[in-house]
């Protein structure tokens, strides 16, 4: 029993050491908290509690984040700041006197000035309170769908209003203005040289006279006219489309029997449309297209192109600039492009499971792009920086997603490799710095268990630390480098970046 109680003793006693030594080494790396430099960026960041807690000092940036429940970056010099919280749940940007913070998509608000410098606050509870408010009055708008409202530049519309809907409606977009009773059955159209109705789905039709209109240049642009009309909608379609050009289209379908499409250098027909024989011809291009039935097996050729497709077992589409192939479609694709500055290749298995994408600019550099989900990706940029995390369930799916990647990242990023070859600086991290490496032109510097073990090596010395304390240092500089431990209190205190 006296044995037992003695070996508790000593158990809390060691535990206390390591925890200790942690604390002193809390610079150097500890189990409670570390502090190094950036590999790709200049700066340093901070971590505590392995993924829990970091900070990050960039020039003219701060961040600081509690994984995965808050997280906020600053920008001071552009006076930007960016906030989340359990992201997407919550979500606040600013950027100088402009704004906008959202709860779910369904809650947001945001604010900001236009051109003329009058400030305009919004708030929308989704989809049945819209508001807002301006240094204009006459842009202040209010609604509460679908009984009464009138909105401004809101669901992909200039105006909107709203009495008891789908009753009444009128909304405009530039020119026109679309009248609604009953929606979608009945409605009037008319704008600029634009006269339609409908009684859906019985017979509508729409004509649009040519206009002209000025652009942003001032210059007189012409406005192509159309000419539309359905009778039991789908079944017979009847339109005529940029009248005025030298491009006009023929369009006319009665389904499912037949459906055809005529212009100047462009004709299809279609027999048992969708889905039976098609056939196009292209005179200015010179390509011929054969489908049956549409759009699952395809044959076309031509001067500078050609298209196999039966799909989803296999598809090839070649132009002059472009390849686009695939095989058990989605389980293999290939898109390549090349331009004058591009040469673009991606490759993928799965819609996520696996992406190679590679861009080789005209200039030599090459930027690549490998995903493996969800055991990991890894990127490189065109002057040479390279990352490569181990396990990424999100970053595949969601790439270049900077909430992912500032929220989440940390958390599961068992392994960390990056480097700089402009600046020679490498870094790796395994299990939340368990293990760290870091290496630059003047040397490298390794910890384990989260720095109580830690090895330096700098101009030809070493020096090695166990559990905080210095062990030995041979020569004159490891021994100036104990000195320096010893008078200033520990290791770290009134030490350089690197250390």
């Known amino acids: 029993m006296r044995t037992t109680h003695q070996g508790r003793i000593h158990l809390v006693a060691v535990s206390a050491a390591v925890c200790l030594a942690g604390l002193a080494s809390a610079r150097d790396g500890g189990p409670l908290l570390d502090d190094f430099p950036l590999t790709l960026h200049e700066g340093q960041r901070t971590e505590a509690l392995g993924p829990l807690f970091s900070w990050e000092r960039q020039p003219g940036q701060r961040r600081w984040a509690v994984h995965p429940l808050l997280s906020m970056e600053r920008h001071p010099e552009v006076d930007r700041i960016s906030v989340d919280v359990f992201y997407p749940l919550f979500t606040y940007d600013r950027s100088g006197p402009e704004y906008r913070w959202q709860f779910l998509q369904l809650l947001s608000s945001s604010g900001g000035a236009d051109q003329q410098d009058r400030r305009t606050d919004r708030f929308t509870l989704f989809p049945v309170l819209f508001w807002q408010r301006s240094e204009d009055p006459e842009r202040d708008t209010f609604a509460v769908l679908p009984l009464y409202g009138h909105l401004e530049r809101r669901l992909f519309r200039d105006e909107i209003d709203v009495v008891l809907f789908p009753l009444w409606s009128r909304t405009r977009k530039r020119?026109?203005?679309?009248?609604?009773?009953?929606?979608?059955?009945?409605?009037?159209?008319?704008?600029?040289?634009?006269?339609?109705?409908?009684?859906?789905?019985?017979?509508?039709?729409?004509?649009?006279?040519?206009?002209?209109?000025?652009?942003?240049?001032?210059?007189?642009?012409?406005?192509?006219?159309?000419?539309?009309?359905?009778?039991?909608?789908?079944?017979?379609?009847?339109?005529?489309?940029?009248?005025?050009?030298d491009r006009p289209l023929h369009q006319r379908a009665i389904v499912p029997f037949y459906a055809t499409t005529r212009g100047p250098h462009f004709q299809s027909t279609s027999w048992g449309w969708p889905l039976g024989l098609t056939r196009s011809t292209n005179s200015l291009t010179g390509y011929q297209e054969t489908a049956?039935?549409?759009?699952?097996?395809?044959?076309?050729?031509?001067?500078?192109?050609?298209?196999?497709?039966?799909?989803?077992?296999?598809?090839?589409?070649?132009?002059?600039?472009?390849?686009?192939?695939?095989?058990?479609?989605?389980?293999?694709?290939?898109?390549?492009s090349e331009s004058p500055d591009l040469l673009r290749h991606d490759r993928r298995v799965g819609l996520f499971l696996y992406r190679d994408l590679r861009e080789d600019p005209r200039d030599g550099t090459v930027r690549l792009r490998r995903d493996l989900w969800p055991l990991?990706?890894?990127?490189?940029?065109?002057?040479?920086?390279?990352?490569?995390?181990?396990?990424?369930?999100?970053?595949?799916?969601?790439?270049?997603?900077?909430?992912?990647?500032?929220?989440?990242?940390?958390?599961?990023?068992?392994?960390?490799?990056?480097?700089?070859?402009?600046?020679?600086?490498?870094?790796?991290s395994l299990l939340w710095n368990l293990f760290r490496s870091e290496r630059d032109p003047e040397g490298q510097k390794c910890s384990l268990l989260f720095g109580l073990v830690q090895h330096e090596s700098r101009g030809g010395s070493w020096r090695l630390r166990l559990l905080g304390l210095p062990l030995q240092g041979p020569g004159a500089a490891g021994a100036a480098a104990v000195q320096a431990d010893a008078v200033s209190g520990g290791p770290g205190k009134g030490g350089t970046a690197s250390e």
């Not at 799909?311 to 694709?333: E, I």
């Not at 990127?379 to 790439?399: C, H, N, S, T, Y």
């Open 175 to 245: 020119d026109v203005v679309t009248e609604n009773w009953l929606y979608p059955l009945f409605h009037t159209r008319h704008g600029e040289g634009l006269q339609g109705w409908q009684f859906w789905p019985l017979y509508g039709r729409e004509e649009k006279q040519v206009t002209w209109r000025t652009n942003l240049w001032g210059e007189e642009e012409l406005v192509a006219g159309h000419s539309k009309r359905f009778v039991l909608w789908p079944f017979y379609v009847d339109h005529r489309t940029g009248l005025g050009t």
């Open 376 to 428: 990991g990706t890894y990127r490189q940029e065109p002057d040479g920086k390279a990352r490569l995390q181990v396990l990424a369930p999100l970053e595949p799916i969601l790439p270049a997603n900077r909430g992912i990647e500032r929220n989440y990242s940390p958390l599961w990023s068992l392994w960390r490799m990056e480097r700089d070859p402009a600046t020679g600086r490498s870094s790796r």
């Open 292 to 336: 049956v039935p549409w759009p699952f097996v395809v044959r076309g050729h031509g001067p500078h192109r050609s298209t196999h497709r039966f799909w989803p077992f296999y598809g090839l589409t070649v132009t002059t600039n472009q390849q686009r192939q695939f095989c058990l479609w989605p389980l293999w694709q290939s898109r390549r």
